[in-house]
Nanobody, 113 residues
Framework: VQLQASGGGLVQPGGSLRLSCAASGSIGRFNAMGWYRRAPGKQRELVAG???????MYADSVKGRFTISGDNAKNTVNLQMNSLKPEDTAIYLC????????WGQGTLVTVSS
């Protein structure tokens, strides 16, 4: 399984970014897809996920600001991030939970003025 993530970059506080991730290969049974992040000096954190039945979950720190959406048929997931804060700065890692758990290469999001 290969995951290709895109959409990271530098944005000012209060700004928006949209991350996208596409999975390819033999995923098998699709269970969920989403994003973790790893900030400097911090442990990896689950940011948002979406399951095969469309259920979503969010970390408390991003609720109301981030929105995850996905297309199971295309094995893609998007993360719309609004009202970004400096503490959102991190490497964002896409994952897919199919027959096995697979990670993408990560995309850097920097929120700074």
């Amino acid at each position: 399984v290969q995951l290709q993530a895109s959409g990271g970059g530098l944005v000012q506080p209060g700004g928006s970014l949209r991350l996208s991730c596409a999975a390819s290969g033999s995923i098998g049974r699709f269970n969920a897809m989403g994003w973790y992040r790893r900030a400097p000096g911090k442990q990896r954190e689950l940011v948002a996920g979406i399951t095969s039945d469309g259920s979503t979950m969010y970390a408390d720190s991003v609720k109301g600001r981030f929105t995850i959406s996905g297309d199971n048929a295309k094995n893609t997931v998007n993360l719309q991030m609004n009202s970004l804060k400096p503490e959102d700065t991190a490497i964002y890692l896409c994952y897919v939970w199919g027959s096995v758990w697979s990670w993408g290469q990560g995309t850097l999001v920097t929120v700074s003025s």
